[in-house]
């Protein structure tokens, strides 16, 4: 039966499951985006202060939190960060000092809003349609050209499309299900990672199943290539700077992510965190964001009529290339790690004739890639079916609710 869905899935045109951008959540998140900027902020401070009760505590977090900001604008600044930086978080710190000296009801709050709204406004995405169709646009016309120019055999083939994206990019699995989750609830995709062209990649497989656009958390880093910046910005990515470990930087992340997904908005998540510098599917998984789909069924179970709440579903998503552009480098770096003091890396010239004839072997042979949906979960790891019905190991039926509750409540 699935080899038969398969191929009734590899040229098949999906309508969209909503009528247009207006309906897409990500749409609503962006026109209401200082209100949810100050949600965010609001709720990510009501946490912090259930955690840190005391005055002490606070200020004993907000002291760690302008070390380490002031470090890492001193040694590691990037182009992307504010230019009042500097001003902002020395300004923080004399009203820390002054604390110290004289204290006052009330102000290690004061100085936590001030931080976390700086947060929040830094993490937040947006989302412009017209952005979004232009996107579209030259990513189909360029993975067009790519993957026709890899199936001929000159490279001339690179301005020609014999072959159209359906002929070369495979969607497999469980995509009538991943549709049918998609309308009844929330979809959190986790592709494996492998490849710079991974992220192109899942968003052009979104929007070709019918899908609304997702939101998606991009390293700060990426936003100091200025075209790179233009787009994400546009297309509902949300800013994650791994730099940042403070307590109030985290918890606004969190906070953010579990929102959006509270309000509907559809998730894509890398839980390897990087590339797969082995070629193996990964196994130590990074779960800080993952698990905000968790605290987000929670609180959609708590403050919602049970038979109202969307449920959450967890989708798995396997990408697989037949070779990776910057595979020699990802090699490199994986026997490295394995190898450490025992690997000597002989330094090869990599002049201009060997990148020619690398870059012409590359567009010339064949390649395909192949995309595999998995089988959707709830957020505790129970397979569902295609209606989003949790089971347990033996396929009968299992309230996901009942997870969350304690003493006949959630």
């Known amino acids: 039966m699935e080899i038969l869905e398969e191929k009734k899935n590899k040229n098949k045109e999906y309508k969209p499951i909503l009528d247009g951008i207006p309906d897409w959540p990500v749409y609503q998140l962006s026109k209401n985006r200082k209100e949810f900027i100050e949600e965010v902020s609001a709720k990510t401070i009501e946490h912090i202060l259930k955690t840190r009760p005391s005055p002490k505590h606070l200020r004993d977090d907000l002291e760690a939190t302008v070390y380490r900001e002031q470090n890492r604008i001193k040694r590691n600044r990037w182009r992307v960060d504010p230019a009042d930086e500097r001003k902002f978080w020395s300004g923080i710190k004399s009203e820390l000092t002054e604390l110290n000296a004289h204290s006052v009801e009330g102000k290690e709050v004061e100085l936590l809003r001030r931080i976390i709204t700086r ?7 947006n989302f412009k349609p017209s952005s979004y169709r232009f996107a579209r646009r030259i990513i189909t016309f360029w993975f067009r050209r790519l993957l026709n120019s890899a199936r001929a055999k000159k490279f001339g083939a690179f301005f020609r499309s014999k072959y159209t994206l359906r002929d070369k990019i495979h969607i497999v699995g469980k995509v009538k299900m991943l549709r049918n989750l998609a309308r009844r609830g929330t979809v959190v995709m986790v592709p494996t990672h492998f490849s710079n062209l991974d992220s192109i990649l899942i968003g052009w497989v979104i929007h070709s199943l019918g899908l ?33 470990k403070n307590l109030p ?17 559809h998730s894509l998540f890398f839980p390897g965190g990087t590339r797969s510098r082995s070629g193996m599917i990964e196994k130590n998984l990074k779960l800080g ?33 037949h070779f990776v552009l910057e595979a020699p480098e990802l090699v490199i770096e994986h026997l490295q790690a394995k190898g450490q003091d025992r690997y000597f890396h002989e330094e090869d010239s990599y002049g201009s004739f060997p990148l020619l004839k690398f870059l012409f072997k590359f567009f010339t042979k064949g390649s395909n890639i192949s995309v595999s949906i998995g089988r959707g979960l709830d957020v505790i790891g129970n397979y569902v079916d295609d209606e989003g ?8 039926p299992i309230n996901t609710r009942d997870y969350f509750i304690s003493n006949g409540k959630v």
Request: aromatic content about 14%; glycine content about 6%; charged content about 20%.
């Open 289 to 321: 964001l993952l698990s905000t789909a968790v605290e987000a069924q929670r609180n959609l179970y708590l403050n919602n009529p049970p038979e109202q709440v969307r449920k959450i579903f967890i989708v798995p998503v396997t990408i697989n290339y």
């Open 389 to 396: 019905n949790s089971k347990d190991s033996n396929g009968n």
């Open 249 to 265: 930087y985290l918890e606004t992340l969190k906070m953010y992510s579990s929102l959006a997904m509270e309000k509907g908005a």
């Open 119 to 125: 947060y929040a406004n830094e993490i937040a995405g």
């Open 212 to 244: 609304p656009a997702f939101i998606y958390g991009a390293g700060l880093n990426l936003f100091n290539i200025k075209i790179f910046a233009y787009f994400m910005n546009s297309l509902g990515a949300y800013k994650v700077d791994r730099r940042k």
